[in-house]
């Protein structure tokens, strides 16, 4: 019944109601003419009232006749206008709106127990049969209880002394979920956000057995603040009468009490009412929500077209629908929620079109069957695991599973692509072996049925809901289980599987589980192929990968000489296999500052991939992408940025697409160097590219984005971004201490950041307490000459020069030099650093004549290792004119402070604190060279 015929009804019952009993009939009859519907509607709802009247519905007698006597007068009409008057204890105060069901009036309390304003629902004629309001009342109760952020709390309720039900209910001053977030142009990820908040206001009340009913965009309200506020909860149930026969009002289909445009196909046919229906109801919200229009055209559709589109037609995807609109209306859509049209399309196809579409599933029992159930899904879809919604195939959680973990797949070929290489070896068995053609073949089979057991064990839906997240984890772990249970007698496939789990773990920085099954791994090699086979090479390898991973170079570098030295004795070793080997040595050794040694070792790796034709392949240039690395810390930039340049191109063209983890690692370097080289937006640029690139292949939480944080927060530093910075060091300490522990390497780098930062700001207590914590894990796990412990003396001395602790300021500077040397030799930039600083102490301390003899040491060696506009420069000028500034060599001084600026100039903004000292400087230079002549 649309809302026009619903106010006739309501009117000539209203009327008909104050006349005799024998009277009413003919009286609509006469006033229907010319509508058979509603004469039928009409007179219908008169009987209904009328034998509410006539017949008990209770079964207590007792509690019927106190009814009756409490509302003596339910037959009068509702009053026309009711501002200012009084229903029990609230003062009417004004008129909100007309619904379907009543009219909505502010008030507040007339005894003053509650000062905020309310809102009072008076329901209209029909509702006040002794039965509705015996319901009524208990379920009031009911509805009462639900107490949640997200839901509009039902206060209070009664009848009004004319015998019409009404509910008081918390005043909300908002517009409605769709008005609100087109207003505001929120993104989708916001929408979905808002739209969460809503499906845990649903679940609340699921959780208290109570539905809505009629969840629409004009019963979900948004205060200023942002707060979703869900009205009306629970009314629908509360208004139905028990006996469908006794409705308020009925269509040709059954009793109704909802909004058609948003009603469930169970609510049209009239069949049993669940949980379900509110996530109907939640689907539409969604869609619209999401996709700008509504799932069904129902503009200019009759209510039999509209009641058959809704139970009978299955509404396009939110992507398609939106694609098949005219462009103005994609853009108009697009331009509110602050995106283009193909953007939000390529946003709402794959999981939120399968969410919404299982919502909307006209079987109840097909869609998702409570809000727990939509609001789960929506939060794997954020967290990139399979949703409920989507086809549960192999393919499909295969193809997650590579997309949250695309480096524990990509190094290793990857667990779950075993099936196409255990086929594709098994083929290759068969085509040479054709005697054993039907044993392979069977075996073939048997890994391919093996691995996909994996998935049906770790399935939620198939291991009964008893699993919530298909995890990596979770699906290695499971996969432990099963080789160890069913392949334990077959080796071949026991070393292959393990050692691809082992893999596969380590690059999910599950350094512990992972040398677990690889050592399980070896060991059952070492029993079937020999203790010097290249299948026990191969593990001592994945070993050392996992070693060098979790900072442990040492050991790295004792797995990986086992390694090279049983590829080595092998006649005719595999060169490719040889060069991987010699690229993962390298890597131990640059983790152990050892960068010349690295170097060579990356070089050998590099003439091995060439030698044996595999020059143009992924695993060469991800050597040359470390050896570039290498030669950033050798300040050999011109040759790094080569090698970093040519291995992106390379895995541009090589991947399909833009995600790939060796693409954001290469922009990850280059970041890093374009910042050595004091390119700090260019560095920017990069290292977010990066950042990004990684968190969506590795999840928020992963130690190469902890790296990538870190250096971010570097270059954030030196841009003089505090806030920036700040937020990339928490981040990197935060992923650091969960990944490694408060003891480990990574997590004193984090703090030594942290420290760097507290130094910049000022908070000189606070960086001395992290300098020595960084300092006391450094010196407890690595090498006396560790490159990082020189960093981290470093730094500490140089805070300590700042608060003027000058003696033990240069003993540090002075160790952080002999350590750099040891390493660097005699003419890297890091050594001119060290003196730098070394002769910026000396002049404090007076011995000038040492100090102008280490800055001349030090801009020398800039000279020839880095940029001729690198800061360090300029740093370096500065500080060698405050030298000068004391011998009174103003002219001396004058110039370097002129090369300084304009170096600086080239490097940071003109209000950076490092352009301002040397302003400064030159200006007090200037003003002393005026005074003395």
């Not at 010097?532 to 001592?540: D, V």
């Amino acid at each position: 019944m649309d809302r026009e015929n619903w106010k006739n009804i309501e009117e000539i019952i209203d009327t008909a109601l104050t006349m005799d009993q024998s009277q009413r009939k003919t009286y609509i009859e006469e006033n229907c003419k010319g509508s058979s519907e509603l004469k039928r509607q009409a007179i219908k709802m008169l009987e209904n009232i009328e034998q509410a009247k006539a017949s008990n519905y209770l079964e207590d007698d007792k509690q019927y006749l106190e009814f009756e006597a409490y509302f003596p007068n339910s037959n009068k009409p509702a009053g026309r206008s009711l501002i200012g008057n009084e229903i029990d204890v609230y003062k009417i105060t004004g008129l909100i709106g007309h619904g379907g069901m009543g009219s909505v009036y502010t008030a507040k309390r007339s005894d003053e127990l509650y000062e905020k304003q309310v809102a009072i629902k008076i329901l209209h004629r029909g509702m006040d049969t002794p039965s509705n309001i015996a319901r009524f009342r208990r379920e009031q109760q009911i509805l009462a209880k639900l107490n949640h952020p997200n839901i509009a709390q039902l206060l209070d309720g009664g009848v009004t002394e004319d015998g019409l039900p009404y509910l008081v209910m918390e005043y909300v001053d908002g517009i409605p979920l769709h008005d609100y977030c087109d207003t505001h142009q929120l993104n989708l990820d916001k929408r979905i956000e808002l739209f969460k908040s809503v499906c845990r206001a649903v679940r609340h009340a699921h959780s208290n057995t109570v539905i809505h009913r009629d969840l629409k965009p004009s019963n979900i309200l948004v205060t200023e603040d942002g707060t979703a506020k869900v009205l009306d909860f629970g009314i629908a149930k509360l208004l139905e009468p028990e006996d469908p026969e006794t409705t308020v009002f009925k269509t040709r289909t059954g009793s109704r009490i909802f909004t058609l445009a948003f009603a469930a196909p169970e609510q049209i046919e009239g069949t049993n009412v669940t949980t379900a229906t509110d996530t109907y109801g939640l689907g539409l919200l969604l869609y619209e929500l999401l996709a700008g229009i509504h799932p069904f055209g129902l503009e200019d559709k009759n209510l039999s077209e509209i009641e058959n589109l809704i139970v009978n037609q299955t509404p396009n995807r939110p992507s398609a629908r939106l694609e098949s609109l005219p462009s103005k209306k994609q853009e108009h859509i697009a331009q509110k929620h602050n995106t283009t049209p193909s953007s939000l399309i390529k946003l709402l196809k794959g999981d939120l079109d399968a969410i919404i579409m299982k919502a909307l599933r006209k079987e109840p029992e097909a869609r998702y069957r409570s809000a727990e159930q939509l609001l789960e899904d929506l939060n794997r879809r954020e967290q990139n695991l399979p949703v409920i919604a989507r086809e549960d195939t192999v393919r499909y959680n295969i193809s997650k599973f590579v997309r949250r973990h695309k480096t524990g797949i990509s190094v290793a070929v990857g667990f779950l692509l075993l099936i196409t290489g255990f086929a594709g070896f098994y083929t290759w068995r068969i085509a040479h072996e054709r005697d054993q053609a039907h044993f392979e073949a069977e075996r073939a089979e048997q890994v391919k049925e093996f691995m996909l057991g994996i998935f049906d064990e770790t399935n939620p839906e198939l291991a009964g809901g008893a699993i919530k997240d298909l995890s990596a984890k979770q699906l290695l772990s499971s996969g432990i289980e099963k080789v160890e249970q069913e392949l334990s007698d077959q080796p071949e496939m026991y070393v292959e599987l393990m050692a691809s789990i082992g893999r596969a773990l380590t690059n999910l920085d599950a350094f512990d589980e992972g040398e677990e099954v690889l050592n399980k791994a070896l060991e059952k090699s070492a029993e079937f192929y020999g203790q010097n086979s290249l299948k026990t090479a191969n593990i001592y390898g994945n070993l050392a990968v996992l070693k060098n991973s979790a900072r442990d170079p040492s050991m790295a570098t004792s797995y990986i000489k086992k390694a090279i030295a049983i590829i080595e004795e092998q006649p005719g070793s595999n060169e490719q296999d040889l060069a991987n080997k010699y690229s993962t040595f390298g890597f131990s050794k640059a983790l152990q500052s050892k960068y010349d040694t690295a170097r060579t070792l990356f070089l050998k790796a590099e003439n091995l991939y060439v030698a044996s034709g595999n020059g143009n392949t992924v695993s060469r240039f991800t050597n040359s992408e470390d050896l570039a690395e290498v030669q950033v810390r050798l300040d050999e930039y011109d040759l790094a940025e080569k090698n970093l340049t040519n291995a992106l191109d390379f895995f541009k063209n090589h991947y399909a697409g833009p995600h790939d983890n060796n693409i954001a690692e290469a922009k990850s370097t280059l970041g890093d160097l374009y910042h050595r080289m004091g390119a700090y937006k260019k560095a920017d640029s990069l290292l977010q590219q990066a950042l990004e690139l990684k968190k969506e292949l590795l999840g928020p939480e992963n130690s190469t984005i902890a790296s990538t944080h870190q250096t971010l927060a570097l270059n954030y530093r030196l841009l003089g971004n505090y806030d920036n910075a700040f937020h990339h060091i928490k981040k990197a300490i935060e992923i650091n201490k969960k990944i490694h522990g408060e003891q480990s390497y990574t997590y004193a780098q984090s703090i030594t950041n942290l420290a760097l930062f507290h130094s910049e700001t000022k908070n000189y207590d606070q960086a001395l307490s992290m300098f020595e914590r960084s300092i006391e894990i450094k010196e407890t796990i690595l090498d006396k000459n560790h490159t990082s412990l020189a960093i981290a003396y470093y730094n500490y001395a140089d805070i300590l020069k700042k608060i003027g602790r000058l003696q033990k300021a240069k003993t540090l500077f002075e160790k952080a030099l002999e350590i750099d040397k040891i390493n660097y030799g005699t003419n890297h930039s890091d050594i001119a650093i060290d003196l730098n600083k070394l002769a910026s102490v000396l002049t404090k301390m007076g011995n000038y004549s040492k100090a102008d003899s280490l800055f001349k040491q030090a801009q020398r060696i800039y000279s020839e290792t880095l940029p001729k506009d690198h800061y360090r420069i300029a740093e370096s000028l500065v500080e060698h004119a405050k030298l000068h500034i004391r011998y009174r060599n103003y002219l001396k001084a004058e110039s370097k402070l002129l090369e300084a600026i304009k170096i600086y100039q080239a490097n940071f903004d003109t209000q950076d604190e490092r352009i301002k000292e040397a302003k400064s400087l030159l200006k007090e230079c200037r003003s002393k060279m005026d005074t003395n002549g």
